[in-house]
């Protein structure tokens, strides 16, 4: 079946810092991959998406690249902000069919100051 | 106001009660869905629907049933609540398989926690 791996959290970082969390997939076919973002006290909100591979993602500075050869999307962003704190969901959708949404656990990221 | 809208968005009832959680959108879209989230488990389906008349079982749907009403409605209840049933309970839309501009993006209402004693 799909499955969704990404980096246990909490992540701690100071302002300004780089930030990757990584996201690792096993999937039939040829999925679509996806990072999901839940501010504190939201619903979550899609941050950016990859259809196919080699497909670079990108949103509010955030950037994720589809590897095919590696089954990887990870996530990173160059210098994080305190507004930045909040939960990213690695997902994917395989075409066809029911088109499931298989969701990762979740990684908490925390910006201090 | 959100394009999808949940009821109750704070709920705490006792053990046995039943509960309904209520999901309207104004998306159009056809498709919608009821998820769980629990810490460090992420999000785990619990029912979904194509469109009125196509309901389906997610992973997790014991103790749970659901009623779309309309397009644009979609309910989760608990006939029975027991206490691990509380969670972060999520309603989603996307938009129906075929169109081209559809890779599987979900739109998520704000969440409706439950708390059972």
């Known amino acids: 079946g799909n499955s969704v791996t990404q980096m246990e959290g909490p992540v701690t970082l100071s302002e300004e810092a780089f930030l990757t969390i990584n996201c690792t997939y096993t999937?039939?076919?040829?999925?679509?991959l996806f990072w999901y973002v839940q501010y504190p006290g939201e619903g979550l909100q899609l941050l950016l998406k990859?259809?196919?591979?080699?497909d670079k993602g990108s949103n509010k500075g955030f950037e994720a690249t589809y590897r095919k050869e590696t089954t990887s999307f990870h996530l990173e962003k160059g210098s994080v902000q305190v507004s930045d704190s909040a939960v990213y969901f690695c997902?994917?959708?395989?075409?066809?069919?029911?088109?499931?949404?298989?969701f990762g656990t979740g990684t908490k990221l925390q910006v201090i100051p | 106001d959100a394009d999808v809208t949940q009821t109750p968005r704070n709920r705490i009832t006792k053990t046995g009660k039943r509960i309904m959680l209520e999901c309207s959108q104004t998306?159009?879209?056809?498709?919608m869905y009821w998820y769980r989230q629990d810490p460090g488990l992420g999000l785990r389906l619990i029912y979904y629907?194509?469109?009125?008349?196509?309901?389906n079982k997610g992973e997790i749907s014991d103790g749970y049933s659901v009623s779309r009403q309309a397009q644009a409605k979609f309910s989760l209840s608990l006939e029975s609540a027991i206490p691990n049933q509380t969670a972060l309970y999520f309603c989603?839309?996307?938009?129906?398989?075929?169109?081209?501009?559809?890779?599987?993006?979900?739109?998520f209402g704000e969440g409706s926690r439950l708390t059972v004693l």
């Open positions: 629907s194509f469109d009125v008349k196509d309901i």
């Open positions: 999937a039939t076919g040829y999925p679509s």
């Open positions: 989603a839309t996307s938009d129906r398989i075929g169109l081209a501009a559809n890779t599987g993006e979900l739109f």
């Open positions: 997902a994917l959708s395989v075409p066809g069919g029911y088109q499931k949404v298989t």
């Open positions: 998306k159009g879209h056809d498709r």
């Open positions: 990859a259809t196919k591979a080699d």
